[in-house]
């Protein structure tokens, strides 16, 4: 009796349209992209900022616009994307354990839901939005 | 196979992943504004200066800036491998390199300010 | 009870004749209240003894009878024939070699498992005399769920990762480390850290979270793993921060 094992090949560049929950996987992982591009204009606005005020005005002028808009929208919106695939997970890296019972996750998740709406807030109305 | 290093990018993932959960959308909202043309205050150059001179407000944007790129490198590292690029090695050396320097340079420019 | 035709395509693959697998189309009468494995059993008797595949318990304890159902890693005994509509697709576990039919080759599991050391490593040691070892509930709590774990498979079948880095131990393999690590009757973390606090151990995990959604005893391997990241986290830290602890 010969062994003849068959293996299947997965493909190394294709492999997460094999299933929904891998494209959900990947959405998550390319919030990366949008938060390190959202990084890097913090980090100019800080370098324009120390070359003083004139350089600074034709920074906010030179994001001003219609293109920029759409990529600060779509930066928004992955940021919220990690936000809430971030937090929705929380309870399974830190479970609470109280007696013999464990905190229900859906409690340690509300918790984070709540401070980031209370830090939002915080920063609109520092900044002088609300 | 000895004990793995990662803990340390992981580190600075996860605390970058929390902050930028926390923070990001926010942030990048007062940018969306700004790109509306209806800038908030806070990004006016009187305001902003202000804050990045108190060392207070220093530390806050330079914890934002180099967590953030922390995060965003470790998870580009994992993701570049998930489409299929498996020089792992020269990717982690490329993207930690620059959330390095990233680092540096908001240090340098928060410094001047 | 009703019966109805139940339409399968199942992978067949004879090592002996076959270059690769095909699908061989079934109909088969079956009863409403029946499972997959049920199906299988009937074609087996009646249609085609040469069907070969896994199984033993017919309850989800046994862990054998896991296999691809619609492109969804499921215990065979499990999935009712009622949740399904048209053609059923039935396939071995994917991730794994195939030996004949739906049966796989569970060798690198197994293997894996055996290297995590998944049983009580007392710190000291303890004569007979001293009595049993006492554990309060809550600290039977603190790993229970993660000790329901079957050797099932799916999560490795559901894992991209181990698919593309065959050396990943895996979600149950560290799974079940865990559990032991945090029997408050077990001493043998350090010896498991060795094998799992490395880069082909946890650090290969994504977070991708497919383990947990297929688990059919609700271990939630994902939390176990990222809990190992965690307390490993915390291990690099103490090991390379603090003056004297270097292992």
Known sequence: MSRRPFVRLVSGTRWYFGHPRYLRYMSREVTCIFIGAFALLLLRAVERLSAGQAAYASFLAAIAGPWSALGLSLVVIFALHNAVSWFNVTPKALPVQIGEGFLPGGFIVAAHYAAWILVSLAVLLFAGVL | MAKSNKPVVWSLFAAGGTLAALLAPVLALLFLLAALGRAPELLGYARLHAFAANPLGKLFLLTVIALFLWHAAHRLRVALHDFGLRRDRLVAVVVYLAAGTGTALSLLYLARI | ?247
């Open chain 3, 1 to 247: 009870m009703n019966e109805r035709m139940v339409q399968l395509e199942v992978l067949r693959y004879d090592p002996q004749v076959d270059d690769e697998p095909h699908f061989q189309h079934y109909e088969v009468p079956c009863k409403e209240e029946w499972v997959v494995l049920d199906a299988l059993n009937a074609i087996k008797e009646s249609i085609d003894p040469t069907l070969n595949y896994r199984w033993s318990c017919h309850m989800a304890v046994c862990g054998s009878c896991g296999m691809m159902i619609n492109g969804e890693p499921r215990l065979s005994c499990h999935a009712f024939l009622r949740g399904f509509a048209g053609v059923i697709r039935v396939e071995p576990l994917a991730h794994f070699p195939i030996e004949r039919d739906l049966v796989t080759v569970a060798d690198d599991f197994i293997d894996k498992l055996k290297r995590v050391k998944p049983y009580l490593i007392p710190g000291e040691p303890r004569p007979i005399g001293a009595g049993e070892y006492l554990q309060t509930p809550a600290q039977l709590m603190k790993y229970r769920h993660f000790s329901m774990c079957i050797n099932c498979m799916l999560c490795y079948a559901a894992c991209p990762q181990y698919a593309l880095q065959p050396l990943f131990l895996g979600p149950a393999a560290i799974t079940l480390a865990h559990r032991y690590n945090l029997d408050s009757r077990d001493g043998g973390r350090e010896q498991r850290q060795q094998v799992i606090a490395t880069d082909e151990g946890v650090w290969e995990c994504s977070f991708v979270g497919a383990c947990s959604e297929v688990c059919p005893k609700a271990v939630d391997p994902a939390a176990a793993l990222q809990q190992v990241k965690v307390a490993s986290t915390l291990d690099w830290f103490r090991e390379h921060l603090l003056p004297g602890s270097a292992t």
